[in-house]
């Protein structure tokens, strides 16, 4: 059972232009929802992450958007650059104690090209 | 500053045979976990390990076992791998909301 839906699953976008990376979950008791960056023949590394209680945040050239009510969310990369070229997962995650149950989205291969 | 270290690299197997796959981190963290990469599956949890001395299975266990040595190590065992086992498979620790993973293993099963 997927409970994080990311789309899409490939995306392709000019140089300079805006990347959108969307993401749907079903659980409502996550309460925190990173974005992870993984460059080729590396492993994901966080790139930012947002809580359900605002429904923004930006960090440089990247931005999350948040809707609660939707259980949507999505990464926004403004002035993309061939260097932003990776897979992006999304993920949500949740739980008490030291312990975080991490649910991951499928992924979405970027590529920018000049 | 390691991070979380995964050995080997690569690894060729034959269908039957069995291997360990190694991780340690270096950041003190409680938890840790082991997920498989495969096209188009994004990163599927196999086992984690909450605490030290504490494992649980997670969405795809079947074919794997664990052990966590301490707080810094946690091994995967491959007891008879299959051509189904070919992934690349990622270590990763945690302190709380945040997971730092290691580069991978990227293994074969003929």
């Known amino acids: 059972q997927q409970q994080v839906k990311q789309s899409p699953q490939s995306l392709i976008v000019q140089k300079g232009g805006i990347s959108i990376i969307n993401c749907a979950y079903e659980?409502?008791?996550?309460?925190?929802f990173p974005w992870y960056q993984q460059f080729p023949g590396k492993g994901p590394a966080l790139l930012i992450a947002?809580?359900?209680?605002?429904s923004e945040k930006k960090e440089g050239r990247f931005t999350i958007s948040f809707n609660k009510s939707a259980k949507q969310f999505s990464l926004h990369i403004m002035d993309s650059q061939p260097g932003d070229s990776a897979t992006y997962f999304c993920?949500?995650?949740?739980?008490?104690?030291?312990?975080?149950?991490?649910?991951f989205g499928t992924g979405t291969k970027l590529q920018v090209i000049p | 500053n390691a991070g979380v270290t995964q050995t080997p690299k690569f690894q060729v197997l034959k269908t039957g045979q069995s291997m360990t796959l190694q991780c340690a981190q270096d950041?003190?963290?409680?938890?840790m976990y082991w997920y498989r990469q495969d096209p188009g599956m994004g990163l599927r949890l196999i086992y984690y390990?909450?605490?030290?001395?504490?494992?649980d299975k997670g969405e795809v266990p079947n074919g794997y076992n664990v052990s966590r040595l301490n707080k810094r190590e946690f091994s995967l065992r491959l007891e008879s791998a299959a051509p189904s086992q070919t992934s690349v498979y990622f270590c990763?620790?945690?302190?709380?909301?945040?997971?730092?993973f290691g580069a991978g293993t990227r293994l074969s099963v003929l």
């Open positions: 990763a620790s945690s302190p709380k909301n945040i997971q730092y």
């Open positions: 659980n409502t008791a996550f309460d925190y």
């Open positions: 947002i809580r359900p209680d605002v």
């Open positions: 993920a949500a995650s949740g739980g008490s104690g030291g312990y975080q149950k991490v649910t």
């Open positions: 950041m003190n963290h409680n938890s």
């Open positions: 390990s909450a605490s030290e001395g504490t494992t």
